[in-house]
């Protein structure tokens, strides 16, 4: 598989959460399709990532995530031991092996290069790769105002989808699928009335086209975000449209918008704020005041905050109110049919909360997500119709969908240039 040898090897990507080795001797093992990359917590506090493989005969290391709690990485087959920097530390019968076949060299474990961003652990499989923040290049502008670094998770799931991870996260990238898809987050689309390019195409954006990553710079939905002369909908006000908008994403998704944020802005209606242009503003001065109270670092509202990003080739992200609902797709087992699909609902918390390592959220809670239930569906039979006889070509729109147009751009590029 092309992308195996070309793309995988040669990016940055997230391989874990911060929060998923919270102490020293935490481990996590990431897989990319067959490649296997174990990240540990140092004593020290740092993120080393390494080869999940034993210097002497392979063995896989650490397997899902857990701790080596004497801070030695032990392999199960013949107890070699690697302290948590990857040298060396013990070699059961070292005399029964020649010299200069054990010395450090040869028995270090093979590193992986790895950084630690906006709360997340970064894995380069490429160890000639510049460092993250040049891969990233002018798009932490956008997304550092965020804080998603003091984000912890709410929920997270992983699911396997069967469908290419390239389909998997299109679905994600426009939202010109909401009035058929989500049709109680477009309970403001009236036929061709709804402004979908509005949204997609007017909106402050940045297309970081040399690198493949894109942000909408502004808030998607936020009233004050979008010039008067666009009206989103003939009939009702943009703020109406935000209104919507958190509601679905908070009963659909317990996403982008704190529950204590989402219980202020519907105490607001109940006593009669009126839904006008400012309406958007009078929200968000509700919310920033109530995370003073909650102790709650929110960072104040920024014009170059994104709302909605993408690093390539596989993170996807939307937020909102200290909250980012962010998606990871990959590849699993070398099958092009198949992938693999974390979902994760991260906010800030209070300063001091603790929310230990995150655990998958439970079937029926990932059910009634009903927002993320309904892409799912989409992708699945996406997949079915692309292997017909009958798929030859497709159709992009130039004002809603040219993300996903970027996207390929840039990875039709990386795999032309790491083709030596
Ligand atoms: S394979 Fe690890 S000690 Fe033998
Ligand atoms: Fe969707």
């Known amino acids: 598989m092309l992308e195996n040898e070309r793309l995988w090897p040669t990016v940055w990507q997230v391989a874990a959460r911060e929060e998923d080795i919270p102490r020293p001797g935490d481990f996590i093992e990431f897989r990319i399709n067959h490649y296997s990359i174990l990240v540990v917590r140092t004593q020290e506090g740092e ?150 390019d509005v949204l997609d195409a007017l909106n402050p954006r940045v297309i970081l086209h040399d690198l493949g990553h894109w942000a909408h710079n502004a808030h998607a939905f936020d009233p004050a975000a979008i010039p008067d002369d666009h009206e989103l909908h003939a009939s009702r006000s943009n703020a109406e449209v935000l209104l919507m908008r958190n509601r679905a994403m908070w009963l659909g998704a317990q996403a982008t918008m704190p529950e204590w944020a989402y219980e202020i802005q519907e105490k607001l ?12 503003r009078v929200l968000t001065a509700k919310v920033m005041e109530e995370a003073r109270a909650r102790n709650i670092p929110l960072p104040a509202p920024n014009p170059k905050a994104t709302s909605w990003a993408h690093v390539f080739p596989n993170l996807t992200f939307l937020s909102g109110y200290g909250s980012v609902l962010m998606y990871r797709s990959r590849p699993v087992a070398d099958d092009p049919n198949a992938c693999l699909y974390d979902f994760w609902s991260l906010e800030i918390m209070p300063e001091g909360t603790d929310t230990g390592r995150p655990v998958q959220c439970a079937d029926d809670f990932f059910e009634k997500m009903w927002v993320v239930q309904q892409d799912k569906g989409n992708i699945e039979r996406q997949q079915i119709g692309l292997r017909t006889m009958g798929y030859t070509d497709n159709r992009l729109a130039t004002n809603y969908e040219k993300t996903i147009s970027v996207f390929h751009r840039r990875l039709d590029q990386v795999l032309a240039e790491n083709s030596e």
């Open 47 to 196: 993120v080393r990532a390494f080869h999940n493989a034993c210097r002497h005969r392979a063995t896989q290391l650490g397997r899902d995530g857990g701790s080596f709690p004497t801070g030695r990485i032990v392999c199960p087959f013949h107890g070699w031991q690697f302290d948590l920097h990857g040298k060396c530390a013990y070699i059961y019968g070292r005399q029964g092996f020649r010299p200069d076949a054990v010395d450090d060299e040869q028995t270090s474990l093979k590193p992986v290069q790895s950084a630690v961003k906006w709360g997340l652990v970064w894995v380069n499989l490429d160890p000639m790769a510049p460092p993250l923040n040049t891969y990233l290049g002018e798009l932490p502008q956008f997304v550092d105002p965020l804080r998603m670094d003091k984000m912890q998770v709410r929920w997270w799931k992983q699911i396997r989808l069967e469908a290419n991870w390239k389909i998997a996260q299109e679905a994600f990238f426009e939202s010109y699928h909401i009035m058929q898809s989500h049709p109680e987050m477009a309970l403001w689309a009236d036929g061709d009335e709804f402004r979908m």
């Open 269 to 280: 209606i109940a006593e009669g704020v009126p839904v006008d242009d400012n309406f958007g």
